[in-house]
């Protein structure tokens, strides 16, 4: 069988660290490990549209942005196909298809949109293309055969849904759809990295993000504003590690090397974090620790995107002839579906028989 990766990003702003982390870093490393036979980076403009509806223009501004973004981490186009959702007409198809294999209540029961409905305030205004939105992202993952899906932790309760209508629909039209694994961060802490001010997690409108695309300026001052513990005011005081944003930002970024390049006086985190809970370790010196480790990434990153965007030309190509291949080959799983549907009236002239 075909090893096949897909996932996506809806384009509703820059990319941020906490996409980094949770899978942008992730995808790079499956990409280059020349494991897969197709690889597939959706911009996922039509869900966007699905809780934005009155906001075409900030997803279509986006959508640039965000190509921009992968294009920067390192998702080379000769390796994978960028494209844009709402281009592939196929997958509104298999959407309604789909639809008719999947209860409401089983929708209200996934967490992720349980979550999402009561974050977003929709209580009962929920867009009926928001309600459905695991539905649709079925149909992105089936498209593409995926048999892989790098995704945030958030996203298990959407690849579960998947494989659920995957059963369903082979076990009453027959084998036809592929089922897909989630492929998550190796680093637990990779998992769910909370935004500056310690809350929830890194997110756009709570405006608590650092983005691939801030300038190191930017990212400094963001840090030496990060909240750490508020018990901890003298520098001799003991610190608490547990909720203190620099540390889970340590957990999930740094490494043992970048201890003895820019903090040689510690052999590793754990002694850094036994210094902290002691007392006589300021945060100051752990935020210009972090500033230090984060530009380890954070500066090829902003090289990369400055090389792109004076090729925007090039990204535009890009992203059209990306969008014409994902179009056929979803266009070729959609004939799969008619077929095992027995919806394909004029393939044949069964009909008449
Ligand atoms: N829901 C994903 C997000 O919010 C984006 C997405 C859309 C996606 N379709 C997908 C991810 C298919 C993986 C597979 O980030």
Same mark, same amino acid.
Request: aromatic share 10%; charged share 25%; proline share 5%.
């Given at each position: ?8 990003d ?16 992730n ?15 959706m911009?996922?403009?039509a ?7 009155e ?15 992968y ?12 494209? &844009? +959702?709402?281009?592939? *007409?196929?997958?509104? %198809? ?6 008719? =294999?999947?209860?409401? $209540? ?15 305030n929709?209580e009962?205004?929920?867009p ?18 995926a ?7 958030d996203?298990?309760?959407?690849l ?13 039209y027959?084998e ?16 769910r ?17 650092i983005?691939?695309s801030?300038?190191?300026e ?14 901890? &005011? +003298?520098?001799?005081d *003991?610190?608490?590690? %547990? ?6 930002? =340590?957990?999930?970024? $740094?490494?043992?090397e ?7 006086e ?10 902290y ?5 300021g945060?100051?010196?752990?935020k ?7 530009e380890t ?16 030309e ?7 002839e990306?969008?014409?291949?994902a ?11 008619r ?13 008449l028989?």
């Amino acid at each position: 069988m075909k090893k096949i990766i897909l996932t996506g990003d809806r384009p509703t702003g820059h990319l941020h660290v906490g996409h980094y982390v949770g899978s942008l870093a992730n995808r790079v490393t499956l990409q280059n490990s020349g494991e897969f036979d197709e690889i597939y980076f959706m911009i996922a403009d039509a869900q966007a549209l699905t809780d934005n509806a009155e906001n075409p223009e900030k997803v279509r501004q986006n959508v640039l942005q965000v190509a921009l973004d992968y294009l920067a981490v390192g998702i080379d186009p000769a390796k994978a196909t960028i494209f &844009i +959702q709402s281009l592939v *007409p196929a997958l509104y %198809e298999l959407t309604a298809y789909y639809m008719d =294999l999947v209860t409401v $209540s089983r929708v209200q029961r996934n967490p992720t949109v349980k979550a999402e409905i009561q974050q977003k305030n929709f209580e009962s205004s929920v867009p009926l293309g928001f309600f459905c939105y695991p539905v649709s992202q079925a149909a992105d993952i089936t498209a593409f055969h995926a048999t892989s899906v790098p995704v945030g932790e958030d996203q298990e309760p959407m690849l579960e849904q998947c494989r659920e209508i995957v059963h369903k629909f082979n076990s009453v039209y027959g084998e036809t759809l592929t089922e897909p694994n989630i492929y998550l961060p190796p680093n637990k802490a990779c998992y769910r990295l909370p935004g500056l001010d310690g809350k929830a997690k890194m997110s756009k409108s709570l405006g608590n993000c650092i983005y691939l695309s801030d300038d190191a300026e930017t990212v400094r001052k963001k840090i030496m504003s990060m909240y750490t513990d508020p018990t901890h &005011i +003298q520098v001799s005081d *003991p610190g608490h590690i %547990e909720g203190n944003t620099v540390f889970t930002y =340590l957990d999930a970024f $740094s490494k043992p090397e970048h201890f003895a390049e820019f903090l040689p006086e510690y052999a590793n985190l754990d002694e850094l974090k036994d210094h902290y809970r002691r007392g006589g370790l300021g945060d100051v010196k752990i935020k210009k620790f972090l500033n230090r480790v984060m530009e380890t990434f954070l500066g090829p990153i902003r090289t990369r995107r400055a090389e792109w965007e004076a090729r925007k030309e090039d990204v535009y190509d890009i992203l059209q002839e990306g969008t014409k291949r994902a179009a056929a080959k979803a266009d070729a799983t959609l004939q799969e579906v008619r077929r095992a549907m027995r919806i394909n009236y004029f393939e044949d002239k069964n009909l008449l028989k």
